[in-house]
Nanobody
Framework: QVQLVESGGGLVQAGDSLRLSCAASGRTFNSYVMGWFRQAPGKEREFVAALRWSDGHTHSPDSLQGRFTISRGNAKNTINLQMNSLRPEDSAVYYC?????????????????WGQGTQVIVSS
């Protein structure tokens, strides 16, 4: 059974940095795509970034490039989301997700497994 556990959320001030981690277990993830999403209260879930495990290819929306970076973690089956220059509008619950297929668009795809989320609050 696939399990995704996020960590690293918290309360920070505008301009600060934060690194989220996602520990994945229950499968061999070599062919998976791992993604980060976020959802703020009253808003739809938003794609943040994705990484294809097989070759390390990444993708994130233009609006977040330069501030948010997804990468493999040092620990096995771990991915990180480095968030810099945080803004109050970045406040949300951040979710890690896993998609079984290595093919196709990294953003617009079915993500098969989801973590419980970690809260990020950015104060002004």
């Amino acid at each position: 059974q696939v399990q995704l556990v996020e960590s690293g959320g918290g309360l920070v001030q505008a301009g600060d940095s934060l690194r989220l981690s996602c520990a994945a277990s229950g499968r061999t993830f070599n062919s998976y795509v791992m993604g980060w999403f976020r959802q703020a209260p009253g808003k739809e879930r938003e794609f943040v970034a994705a990484l294809r495990w097989s070759d390390g290819h990444t993708h994130s929306p233009d609006s977040l490039q330069g501030r948010f970076t997804i990468s493999r973690g040092n620990a096995k089956n771990t991915i990180n989301l480095q968030m810099n220059s945080l803004r109050p509008e970045d406040s949300a619950v951040y979710y890690c997700a896993a998609s079984k297929s290595p093919f196709g668009n990294l953003e617009f795809r079915v993500y098969d497994y989801w973590g419980q989320g970690t809260q990020v609050i950015v104060s002004s």
